[in-house]
């Protein structure tokens, strides 16, 4: 990468709200349910139907706006969009324009643009009688999808790299979860970005020329589109050439990037105010409402983890933005003994040990419960386990569930706390091998390893790592 | 003024194919149109908020209830082709 270039890189996502109806009629929302089931002469755009729009929609869009610091508009009017596409049946979209409901905003310093309201397209399955993909010559339209309220949030062109852009995506998506306003998941759908990337000569302000990248249905996509396109923009201008104004789809099987067709000329959209649908005028109460029903941020929560807990600020950063991981490690907490001070302790098994087992599974849904956890981080803290007959119980617990202090009595994991015994131990590994205990006399320290591991084996991992080195040193005279 | 160019423009994203003698007309009635929208544009109106509606009204809002929807049967009853549980288009991507 030369230094000559700075890449500027802008979201527009958009969030499936998870209201019980669409965003201008009555019709159910049901991912999954069986197609051209949830419509309506509404959000089938038959002549004479009247839009009206959902008021909890509203709520959870000034949730979001509020949640985010934007500048809520006293007032704002919806407006067409209009274009012709098969998944929009009126020929226009009902969206927002010149008066958003919110302006403005910020998360973890990168600025919002803007956040508006409006309605989803239908489902397009391009599937031909062949069965191809593309250049099938026959689609198949399930409006079911269609007018289900979206948020679209526009960011400003402040985030440098792809992997900011997918790591900032997720904080926002942590937000949105905790704000219980959206199911945002990617892969169904529910959350949704495109990215406008551009280079300009590093430290210059005038952007370059931008392509937008679309179907990136993944936080793994998005960053690897985002760098590829970078990396194209890069090479076509040090080449020399000049980057088309194009909107790009990426192909995350091949990693290509290819050139979809335009949905209107020239984006030429013909705005105008929805004439059926009357203007927002957002009211103090409610303004009070959607203030009462945000609760605590991930932000926030971060915060008061890195306070209260004395954990790390990147460590309380990654239980609160996850929090699945941020509830569990609480509930945890709670259940372990007043004062007893394991937090920190507590915060490294749930990200460590815990997430490498389960991944991205919600730790509540497995048969580790909170206060297992805190049971075994007692045992460790108390030396009656070590970090390595722990891993076992935690192995057992997984699959099992149950209390450690069981496990530990039936498995006989307990730490040799009789040192003579562990003494024994380390003597009879000595007299095992003494070209080894040679080498360690004579000063080679690695030789150590050749005698640490016998011990291991036959106290099967109870014995402390550290214990047994310093065991063998003592016997050995050095 | 309207030429006719921009007369052509509007009716392909309209989806209109309009004859040679109909973009003749359109650049008279959209050109007189736009004359009109020219004087009125001659008013001192600073300050004053666009009517986008001829009633002073906001907040006409519904409950988030469902309400029943079509079957699909009702719901493709009027499209022109149906396939496979939807409505049968040409694709766009084709």
Redesign the interface.
């Given at each position: 990468m030369t230094p000559d270039f700075e890449p500027v890189i802008g979201l527009e996502i958009h969030v499936q709200l998870k209201t019980r109806t669409k965003m201008f009629c009555g019709c159910e929302l049901s991912f999954g349910a069986p197609p051209n089931t949830l419509t309506c002469p509404v959000c089938l755009g038959l002549p004479g139907a009247l839009p009206v729009a959902n008021a909890r929609a509203i709520h959870f869009a000034l949730m979001i706006g509020l949640a985010l610091g934007c500048e809520l508009a006293d007032h704002s009017v919806f407006h067409r969009k209009n274009y012709f596409y098969p998944d929009l049946p009126k020929g226009y979209q009902i969206s927002q324009y010149d008066e958003p409901l919110c302006r403005g905003g910020e998360l973890a310093g990168v600025r919002l643009h803007r956040v508006h309201l409006e309605e989803d397209a239908a489902k397009l399955i391009h599937l031909g009688a062949s069965g191809r993909i593309h250049g099938s010559e026959q689609s198949i339209v399930d409006f079911n999808r269609g007018g289900t309220p979206l948020v679209e949030i526009v960011t400003e062109p402040e985030l440098r790299s792809g992997e900011h852009a997918r790591e900032w995506l997720s904080l926002l998506r942590a937000t949105l979860r905790s704000l219980g306003v959206s199911d945002v998941n990617m892969e169904e759908g529910s959350l949704r970005a495109d990215a406008n990337v551009s280079l300009r000569p590093a430290g210059s302000t005038p952007l370059g020329t931008k392509t937008e990248l679309k179907n990136m249905n993944s936080f793994r996509f998005l960053e690897r589109g985002v760098t590829a396109e970078i990396e194209r923009q890069r090479a076509i201008i040090e080449g020399g050439g000049e980057v088309a104004q194009e909107t790009l789809h990426f192909d995350p099987a091949s990693g290509a990037l290819t050139t979809l067709r335009s949905k209107e000329e020239a984006h030429d959209y013909r705005y105008f105010p929805e004439p059926d649908l009357v203007p927002i005028a957002t009211t103090a109460e409610m303004l009070e409402q959607a203030r009462a029903a945000i609760g605590e941020l991930p932000a926030a929560r971060a915060v008061r983890f890195e306070r209260d807990f004395g954990l790390s600020a990147e460590m309380a950063h990654l239980l609160a933005f996850r929090s699945d991981l941020g509830d569990y490690f609480e509930a945890a907490n709670a259940a372990s003994a007043a004062d007893s001070g394991h937090a920190q302790q507590l915060a490294n098994w749930v990200s460590g040990q815990l997430v490498a087992r389960i991944g991205e599974q919600d730790p509540a849904t497995s048969n580790v419960t909170p206060a297992a956890l805190a049971t075994l981080v007692e045992l460790v803290s108390a030396r009656e386990l070590t970090n390595g007959t722990a891993r076992e119980v935690l192995d057992v617990l997984l699959q099992s569930g149950g209390d450690p202090r069981a496990i530990v009595a039936e498995r006989g994991l307990a730490s040799l706390s009789d040192d003579s015994e562990l003494a024994a131990i380390v003597a009879a590994a000595i007299a095992a091998d003494p070209d080894a205990a040679a080498k360690v006399r004579a000063g080679n320290a690695k030789a150590i390893a050749a005698l640490i591991g016998p011990v291991m084996r036959e106290t099967r991992g109870r014995a402390d790592g550290s214990e047994v080195t310093k065991l063998i040193r003592e016997q050995l005279g050095v | 003024m309207i030429d006719r160019d921009t007369v052509l423009?509007v009716a392909?994203?309209a989806?209109l194919e309009l004859t040679d003698g109909e973009v003749e007309r359109m650049v008279g009635e959209l050109g007189g149109v736009l004359e009109h929208i020219e004087t009125i544009a001659q008013l001192d109106l600073d300050g004053v908020p666009?009517t986008?509606?001829v009633v002073e009204?906001?907040?006409?809002?519904?409950?988030?209830?469902?309400?029943a929807?079509?079957?699909?049967q009702q719901?493709?009853a009027?499209a022109p082709a149906v396939?496979?549980?939807?409505?049968?288009?040409?694709?766009?991507?084709?």
């Open positions: - | 423009h392909r994203l989806r666009p986008t509606h009204v906001a907040n006409a809002l519904r409950e988030d209830e469902p309400r929807s079509l079957s699909r719901a493709l009027g396939a496979d549980e939807g409505f049968a288009v040409p694709s766009p991507q084709a």
